[in-house]
């Protein structure tokens, strides 16, 4: 009787992701950047509605969940932070802020590839830009012990 660990889903997709993003610069600017798109997607949501953010934000969840139950977890902690912080800020301010932080990062994300010499994982399956999230979310699991 074999006790290996069940292989799963979330792990494919985390090791596809990985084969990427493996130069330590690109890894770092991935974690900048990553995020700030995320904060960035769901502001120019939010300048639409903040229902809009927060239906963007439920669905995604959603399959994180369906993905990783502890992600989830975590994304639902980030999302509500960026969330809060978009709530926070002055209304006119959301859709110019988003907008620059969305153009800043997806150039830094580029330059990543570029010392990386791969191009982007979503350029063969979209799926990969709900992964990056979890990819850098994985490095504070993993530095925090905690299983996903």
């Known amino acids: 009787m074999s006790t290996s660990i069940p292989h799963r889903r979330i792990d494919d997709l ?10 330590p610069m690109n890894e770092t ?5 990553v995020p700030a798109i995320v904060l960035s997607l769901l502001g120019l949501c939010w300048s639409l509605s903040p229902a809009v953010a927060l239906l963007v934000a439920a ?3 959603a399959y994180y969940l369906r993905l990783s139950p502890p992600f989830a977890v975590g994304m639902l902690a980030m999302a509500a932070l960026m969330l809060v912080f978009l709530a926070r800020l002055p209304a006119g301010a959301v859709l110019p802020v988003s907008a620059a932080v969305f153009v800043l990062a ?7 590839h570029k010392i990386e010499g791969k191009k982007p994982s979503f350029f063969d399956d979209l799926r990969f830009l709900l992964i ?12 925090w012990h905690i299983p996903y």
């Open 14 to 23: 985390l090791a596809r992701y990985a084969e990427s993003h493996r130069h």
């Open 29 to 33: 600017i991935h974690c900048v950047c």
């Open 59 to 61: 669905a995604s969840l």
């Open 106 to 112: 997806w150039i830094g994300q580029f330059i990543g």
């Open 132 to 143: 990056g999230p979890l990819f850098v979310l994985g490095f504070l699991y993993r530095r």
